[in-house]
């Protein structure tokens, strides 16, 4: 089977490139795969590929961020999504003749803008697979208004969507209401380790992942302080960079933690700090999925995690690999540290079922999985089960698209309509 990924743009950092790069990886060991980027900023990229995965980017932006096209807004690629600004006619143009001259059986976008362009330029005989990394409800509104109005009209010519939870999936069964387009979820895989586990004797909690204000960082050193109190040998070790970088080590100042608590910078891989902790903490308002998680849970740690939507709660099992606490309750969060903290044996004990239960987060199970979708896709085409895509090329696209401004200008009137009525009741 010869698969091709579709992606924004491979060359920079971020958890769809890690996902994407680890299921090419995992696919390439049996079939033929290939990354196409959309975009190119830099020599190479930040993660390796395999080898036996081709890289190629569509637009160089060191060569040609001046080209004329790329000064004219995309018409395909949609506005509602946020990284609307950064694609044009020029990645229309490319991106289509791309999809036009692709000899793969499948190709897979991996972002609502791409999924747009594959439903509507891929040809024929191509299955279409549709990835969506960021849960529908935490989409921005603007694009949740487009995806339930004007895109779903792309997106009921793809074969197949794909989730990370499966509570993302009956939600967009249940909203977006695709007939004939097969929604089901796939959860991200981690490689399988390399390190000897964690024994759980560390007297380390690690957290690790973007520093911005979603993912909650302040609540965990929060929650840490009550760790401190009794337990001053315990220490917290916090590994990424970004916005709230400043401000959490304002807090960790002034909680009087800088001999307990420490960030980290960035560390690639993560694999051999994890295996220096003995918990992992997790304190995010929402999460997608839950990559670091995984992560620690696949290096031996048991993990606190808040029970957001919808990653946490279907990868911790609570009280047998890990915890899950309410989100935004600090207090909670220190409690269920402090379990683990005390009890030594019980640490060892979840650590084991951690290492036990994130198996099924392997690249086996979840690449058997993606073969089984992928392979009753290509029967159900050929047994003509799937409507045939509408002809037209990219002329038909273009139409489509103006269709599509239609709708979503039909819907942005009902929506100012609803609110002034309510404003009148």
Sequence with gaps: MKISFLIHNAYGIGGTITTTFNLAGALAERHDVEIVSVLRHREHPNLTPHPGVRLRALVDLRREKDHPLHSRPAKVFPSAEYRHHQYSELTDQRIAECLEATDADVVIGTRPGLNVHLALQAPRHVIRVGQEHLTLDNHSPALRTALRTALRRAYRRLDVLTTVTEADAACYRRKMRLPGVRVEALPNSVPDPVL??????????????????????????????????????????????????????????????????????????????????????????????????????????????????????????????????????????????????????????????????????????????????????????????????????????????????????????????????????
């Excluded at 979708?373 to 509408?390: F, K």
């Excluded at 698209?401 to 709708?407: E, S, T, V």
Aim: net charge neutral.
């Design 196 to 425: 000897p586990a964690a024994d759980g004797t560390a007297k380390v909690v690690i957290a690790a992942g973007r520093l911005v204000p979603v993912k909650r960082y302040d609540l965990i050193i929060e929650a840490f302080a009550r760790v401190v109190a009794e337990y001053p040998d315990w220490r917290l070790r916090i590994y990424g960079k970004g916005e709230e970088q400043d401000r959490l080590r304002a807090q960790i100042e002034a909680l009087g933690l800088w001999n307990n608590v420490f960030l980290m910078g960035a560390a690639t891989p993560m694999e051999a700090e994890w295996v220096k902790g003995s918990i992992g903490a997790a304190a995010s308002n929402f999460e997608p999925f839950g990559m670091t998680i995984v992560e620690a849970m696949r290096c031996g740690l048991p993990v606190v995690s808040t029970d957001c939507p919808y990653g946490p709660g279907e990868i911790i099992k609570d009280g047998e690999d890990g915890r899950l606490v309410p989100v935004g309750d600090g207090r909670a969060f220190g409690a269920a540290l402090l379990d683990l903290v005390r009890d030594d044996e019980r640490r060892r004990r979840m650590g084991g079922a951690a290492l036990d239960n994130a198996r099924r987060f392997a690249p086996g199970p979840v690449v058997a999985q993606a073969e089984r979708l992928l392979q009753e896709a290509i029967e159900a085409r050929d047994g003509g089960q799937r409507s045939a895509p509408e002809p037209g090329g990219t002329h038909h696209t273009l139409r489509t698209q103006g269709y599509a401004a239609r709708d979503l200008a039909h819907a942005a009137a009902a929506g100012a309509l609803r609110t002034v009525r309510k404003g009148r009741r």
